[in-house]
Antibody, heavy 123, light 107 residues
Framework: EEQLLESGGALVQPGGSLRLSCAAS????????MTWVRQAPGKGLEWVSS????????YFADSVKGRFIISRDNSKNTMWLQMNSLKVEDTAVYYC????????????????WGQGTLVTVSS | SYGLTQPPSVSVSPGQTARITCSGD??????AYWYQQKPGQAPVLVIY???ERPSGIPERLSGSSSGSTVTLTIGAVKAEDEADYYC??????????FGGGTKLTVL
């Protein structure tokens, strides 16, 4: 069964750092680009970042560019989101999702989703 | 960047047809995708590449496209269809965007 499992969410102070993990199983991880999408409490979905199947290309929303780093290790079937200089407005449930192609482009969509991990940024 | 616009809410009675629109200047050039999200759950893909339906999604759900607007149509609406629906698109630079979401209420 195809599955994504996020972990690493926590309460962190503004200006702090946190690393989220996404463990994949049930599909060929390197054949799929991967994405992080977040949802602030009571708000809509916001795309955060994507990474190609090889890990060679990454993409970021303007709201996190320069603060967040996305990476993956295909030998471990795992993706990470390193979040630095966290702001109160980064508070959200963070979902990882699978893109059914290794390349990110106009055919990019999010086929398989994890259940999410909650990040709370507060003093 | 670019934006996708959805109505905040749509209400229909059981058995009627619900139509949820998503508008954006990029949609004539880029595919649109639709997700259903029920409270406390992760989103689920219901339409891809404007009109295609993933396996397991009921035929009552369909997608269409005309110019700068794409539409998710839900026929013979049931109580279980009550959810938030989001459109999404990705451009050639790898930037993805979601619409603001539409809350479907089944009266």
């Amino acid at each position: 069964e195809e599955q994504l499992l996020e972990s690493g969410g926590a309460l962190v102070q503004p200006g702090g750092s946190l690393r989220l993990s996404c463990a994949a199983s049930g599909f060929t991880f390197s054949d799929s680009a991967m994405t992080w999408v977040r949802q602030a409490p009571g708000k809509g979905l916001e795309w955060v970042s994507s990474i190609s199947g090889s890990g060679g290309k990454s993409y970021f929303a303007d709201s996190v560019k320069g603060r967040f780093i996305i990476s993956r290790d295909n030998s471990k079937n795992t993706m990470w989101l390193q979040m630095n200089s966290l702001k109160v407005e980064d508070t959200a449930v963070y979902y990882c999702a699978e893109v059914p192609t290794p390349i990110v482009g106009t055919s990019t969509y999010f086929q398989l989703w994890g259940q999410g991990t909650l990040v709370t940024v507060s003093s | 960047s670019y934006g996708l616009t959805q109505p905040p809410s749509v209400s229909v009675s059981p058995g009627q047809t619900a139509r949820i629109t998503c508008s954006g200047d990029v949609l004539p050039k880029q595919y649109a995708y639709w997700y259903q999200q029920k409270p406390g759950q992760a989103p689920v893909l219901v339409i891809y590449k404007d009109t295609e339906r993933p396996s397991g999604i009921p035929e009552r759900l369909s997608g269409s496209s005309s110019g700068s607007t794409v539409t998710l149509t839900i026929g013979a609406v049931k109580a279980e269809d009550e959810a938030d629906y989001y459109c999404q698109s990705t451009d050639n630079s790898g930037t993805s965007v979601f619409g603001g979401g539409t809350k479907l209420t089944v009266l």
